[in-house]
C-alpha cells in the first residue's frame, strides 16, 4: 500500500469518527476554500525592503538572528515566495509593505512613491493567481528617528508621512483595481514615549487630524479598504503609544473602517480571540495579524497553539470569514526563513481547519442548557479526535507535500539556492 493509499485509508476512518459526533469532514474541508492568508512578505529579508538609503530597521521592531540565505532582491523574494506557495495548501495573498517596492536602483523617498513602483508586484501576483495587500511603512526613516511620524510635533515631518500614507492608499486601490480582489491597506505606526509623557492628549490629537487628512479621499471598498493597527508599547516606546487600541478603535467605529487585530499587540493575559466578536458589533470587517508573542510583541513563527486556535474558533463558529481579512506577522532570522513562513503559515491553517471540524452546534445546545461538565467533556474529547487524518488528506487533495514531507524539499530549496547567496 503506498502512502496516498495510507492517507486516504486513514481519512476514511477519521471521517467516521467524525460523522459519529455529528461532524462532516468533507464539508469542513470544503470551507478552508474561504481561509485566505496573506503572507508578510517581511519573513523572506529580516523586514529589509528594497530603498537605496540603507536605513536601519527602527521603531521598535527586531529580527533577530542571522541565519544564512536572506533573500537581497527583488528576485529572491519572489522565488521564495513562489516556493512557500508551492508547499502550502489552499489559496493565499501577498501582504507588502512599501519598502518593498522596484525602485530600480533609484532613491524614491516615501512621499514620492508612485504605483509604478509596484507594478512588477502586481504582475507577478497576476501570474500567481493570488490577492495583495499593502502597508504604509512608517518606520525606519529618517523622518521617524524622534519616534513620531503621523502624530509628530514637527510639522514638516507629520505632513511627510501624511502624503507617504495617501500615496499607500492610491497605490492600494489600483493594485485592488488590477487584481480584482479588495487590497487591504494597513496603517500601523510606532509613534510613543519611552518614558511617561505629559502631553498624551496633543499627540493623539496629532494623529487623529493626519488620519483625518490621509485618509479623506475616499476609494471604492470593491478596490481598496483601509485598516489602523493599534500596539500596547514596544522596544522604546514602553511608557505610551499614541495609537493606542482604544484611539484606534474608537477611530474604525467613526470612521467605517477595519480595526486591525495582532495578537502580539496586547497584554499578555487578553486574547485576540475573545475581541473579534466584540469588535465585530459596531465594524463590518476586521483585519487580523496572526503571531506568536513570548513576553512582549516578539513575533516569533506561529505555532498551533491555545490563542491561535481560539482566534480560528471564534471565526469559524460564527461564519465570520467573510468579513475577515487574514494575515501573518512574524520574523524569524534565526533559523531557515522559508520554513518559518511554511510552517507558520500552515499551523495557522491547521487551526481553523480543526475549528471547521467542531461540532459547534451541539457544544452551544450543551451550554444552553446549563451542562458545563459536558461541554468541558467534550471539548477535551476533541483533542484526540484523528484531525491530522483529515490535514494529511485535505494537503493529499491540494497537491501539497503531506506531513513532514516539506521539511526535505525545503531542505533541498537551502542546499540548491539559500545557501548559495
Known sequence: MNNSELINKAY????????VIGVDSDAAISKMKDVNISLHCWQTDDVGGFETTGNELSGGIQATGNYPGKASTIAQVRADLDKVLSLLPGKQRLNLHAIYGDFSGEFVDRDQIEVKHFQSWIDWCKAQRIGMDFNATCFSHPRAADGFTLSSKNEENRKFWVEHVKRCRAISAEIGKQLGTP????????????????????????LKKSLDEALKKKYPKEYMKDAVESKLFGIGFESMTVGSHDFYLGYAIKNDILICLDNGHFHPTEQVGDKISSVLQFVDEILLHVTRPIHWDSDHVVTLNEDVQLIASEIMRNDFLSRVNIGLDFFDASINRIGAYVTGTRAAMKAFLIAALEPTEQLI??????????????????KTMPFGAVWDYYCLQEVVPVGTDYIEEIQKYENKVLSKR
Open 365 to 382: 445546545k450543551l451550554e444552553e442548557e446549563g451542562k458545563y461538565f459536558e461541554r468541558l467533556a467534550m471539548l477535551e474529547e476533541l
Open 12 to 19: 476514511e476512518i477519521a471521517r467516521e469518527q467524525y460523522t
Open 183 to 206: 487590497c487591504v491597506h494597513n496603517t500601523w505606526i510606532p509613534d510613543g514615549s519611552k518614558d511617561t509623557p505629559i502631553d498624551r492628549n496633543g499627540y493623539r490629537i496629532l
